[in-house]
T-cell receptor, first 116, second 111 residues
Framework: DSGVTQTPKHLITATGQRVTLRCSPR?????VYWYQQSLDQGLQFLIQYYNGEERAKGNILERFSAQQFPDLHSELNLSSLELGDSALYFCASSVYHRTRDTGELFFGEGSRLTVL | EDKVVQSPLSLVVHEGDTVTLNCSYEVTNFRSLLWYKQEKKAPTFLFMLTSSGIEKKSGRLSSILDKKELFSILNITATQTGDSAVYLCAVDGGSQGNLIFGKGTKLSVKP
């Protein structure tokens, strides 16, 4: 158990809908990262927050948004869902701003999204 | 564009075999290379490598980095069925401090 909690574990929805994925980082970790893992693309970095502020953006679609709240939990909002958005969405956390400071990200178990 | 390429994509071996997994990279500002193991869901950290030629070891697993040739290998000796997993290589490419992952090598160890 990494200490990172993600909900829901599984989610099935229809095209055009909107969903919210939630992540609680390890106690004391200030950085939260969101990754998308699909079969053909591997783990793709979406976005990072550090202590409530957006720090880095990766290949995140405009239909997707995220935020980190004062209690450090984070939410990833996915809207106008398409079939291709079906994937496993991981949240990871670390205590530092940059991964080079520790090298290690602690991953949650992921939220599997299926868009029908 | 920064990229990380792993090979082979999949590998089937028998218990007791030794395997070598490969990771090559092209990144703008290399900071470190990391290996993760992904069994069912969450990737778990194995090693972080920053210097060339220095081997990191943990039990039957070891890894080394070659910054001149831009690659790393992960060795697993005396494989066990519990080693079956996807092994992910990731690189910290510097500018954003975030990890760029390869697509992984799926290792299956047969009894």
């Amino acid at each position: 158990d990494s200490g990172v909690t993600q909900t829901p574990k599984h989610l099935i929805t229809a095209t055009g809908q909107r969903v919210t994925l939630r992540c609680s980082p390890r106690s004391g970790d200030l950085s939260v990262y969101w990754y998308q893992q699909s079969l053909d693309q591997g783990l793709q970095f979406l976005i990072q927050y550090y202590n409530g502020e957006e720090r880095a953006k990766g290949n995140i679609l405009e239909r997707f948004s995220a935020q980190q709240f004062p209690d450090l939990h984070s939410e990833l909002n996915l809207s106008s869902l398409e079939l291709g958005d079906s994937a496993l969405y991981f949240c990871a956390s670390s205590v530092y701003h940059r991964t080079r400071d520790t090298g290690e990200l602690f991953f949650g178990e992921g939220s599997r999204l299926t868009v029908l | 564009e920064d990229k990380v390429v792993q090979s082979p994509l999949s590998l089937v071996v028998h218990e007791g075999d030794t395997v070598t997994l490969n990771c090559s990279y092209e990144v703008t500002n290399f900071r470190s290379l990391l290996w993760y193991k992904q069994e069912k869901k969450a990737p778990t950290f194995l090693f972080m490598l920053t210097s060339s030629g220095i081997e990191k070891k943990s039990g039957r697993l070891s890894s080394i980095l070659d910054k001149k040739e831009l690659f790393s290998i992960l060795n697993i000796t005396a494989t066990q069925t519990g080693d079956s997993a996807v092994y992910l290589c990731a690189v910290d490419g510097g500018s954003q401090g975030n990890l760029i992952f390869g697509k992984g090598t799926k290792l299956s160890v047969k009894p």
